[in-house]
């Protein structure tokens, strides 16, 4: 591992981030000062997962080498897997993939966990299988596996097609398949399941409301909303959570009364550390006169998501990929979440002699090598050299 590790830091380590972190997380050359959240970029289960993807190669160096999806969402550490000979299956051919492994083959779980389905379907095939799903995602299964076994419904708040929450969700069925569980995602649906707690409604549009793949086989509103415990998936927007939480507990208490709600709704904040870290060092970072934000990540990676949805409440935020997302000082190539779809910007904030400051920060995928691309890069454009940043750090 300590080998292993040793590679990890030369491909996603930047010397320029550290120093930067070192002096307060803020950087001034000429009129530009670029910003950094005190908190950004890998988190621990990343650092962990990428470990021992990296090992899983070199110690099973004469074997295929599989993994489910991506190994976290960041384009970049996924590309380096692949180049040292990792086969990623894409989530569409699971299935087939794994009909096709034996017992020489290796199977590496990713950071957001796998289904308890295909999990059954990789040990029937005999594949060695390196787990790296966190142990934050895992508290989550154990609680949703616990609401199973006591009679309560899980309600996830989460994304259905997000991997950590079809893994959750296939953990809420419980060990013996008999459990419930419902995904919600936006306010919106938490209310309409709330006036269904409260009052009951059309079975039939509440079934055409939420997709399949948003409910467990057989999800009867009219009997699987009486007794509900409440899980997240670990990376929402905390606050949204919260008020998640609060609503559906609300209805409870107004369907069954104080003193037999409180024995039918459970809850457990399942959004973990690194990504409450990240928030609130947004929120830290806000604090400060800023006159863009730049978000840095995978655009589907959800911690990060929720770090520009923070940012664009207060002022212009840029979710980019890249650093190369940055092509000039005016035109920023980024991606626009209510469209759902990368597109083209142009903004003045960057522009012009006069001073600015940016603000920096990345989601817990995103590698710090990107971080530093991203600083240079800024700098470069107001026709600061990486000479002339290296020699303020020093
Ligand atoms: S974001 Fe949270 S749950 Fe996901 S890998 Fe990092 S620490 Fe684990």
Redesign the pocket.
């Known amino acids: 591992m300590e080998r292993v590790q040793a590679e990890v830091e030369t491909h996603y380590r930047s010397v320029i981030v550290e120093k930067i972190r070192a002096r307060g997380h803020t950087v001034t050359v000429g009129g530009t000062t670029v910003r950094l959240a005190r908190d950004f970029g890998f988190?621990?289960?990343?650092e962990r997962a990428i470990d021992l993807a990296y090992a899983a190669r070199k110690v099973f160096s004469d074997r295929r080498v599989y993994l489910l999806g991506e190994i976290i969402h960041n384009q970049e550490v996924n590309r380096q897997l692949t180049e040292m000979g990792v086969i990623s299956v894409p989530i569409s051919e699971h299935e087939e993939t794994i009909a096709t492994l034996t017992n020489e083959d290796v199977v590496i779980v990713p950071?957001f966990g796998a289904e308890t389905r295909l999990m059954k379907l990789i040990s029937e095939r005999g594949c060695m299988v390196v787990d790296t799903t966190?142990g934050?995602?895992m508290s989550v299964w154990k609680r949703v596996r616990q609401y199973a076994k006591t009679g309560f419904t899980s309600i996830i708040h989460g994304k259905a097609s997000h991997e950590e929450t079809r893994a959750t969700s296939s953990r809420a069925m419980g060990d013996d398949g008999m459990g419930n569980y419902l995904v919600v995602l936006t306010l919106a649906d938490v209310d309409y399941v709330c006036d269904y707690i409260r009052t009951g409604g059309d079975r039939e549009a509440f079934l055409q409301r939420f997709p399949t793949s948003a409910r467990s086989v057989g999800f009867d509103p009219d009997l699987h909303l009486t007794r509900v415990g409440v899980a997240n998936q670990?990376?929402m927007l905390k606050s949204e959570t919260e008020e998640v939480q609060r609503r559906l507990q609300q209805a409870v208490l107004d369907r069954h009364g104080p003193e037999e709600g409180v024995k039918n709704f459970q809850v457990f904040d399942t959004i973990?550390g690194?990504?409450q870290e990240r928030q609130d060092s947004l929120f830290g970072l806000l604090r400060q006169p800023l006159d863009v934000l730049l978000v840095v990540g995978g655009y589907n990676s959800s911690?990060t998501t929720h770090l520009v949805e923070i940012g664009e409440q207060q002022l212009p935020t840029f979710f980019i990929r890249t650093a190369e997302c940055l092509k000039s000082l005016e035109q920023i190539v980024h991606f626009d979440l209510h469209l759902k779809a990368e597109k083209e910007s142009y903004s003045s904030k960057l522009a012009g002699e006069g001073a600015v400051t940016i603000g920096i920060t990345a989601g817990?995928s995103c590698p710090n090598n990107l971080i530093e691309d991203t600083v240079l890069r800024v700098f470069g454009l107001r026709g600061i050299d990486e000479a002339a940043v290296r020699a303020e750090l020093n």
Do not use: F, R, S
């Open positions: 988190c621990y289960g990343v950071a966190c934050d995602v670990t990376t973990c690194a990504t911690n817990a």
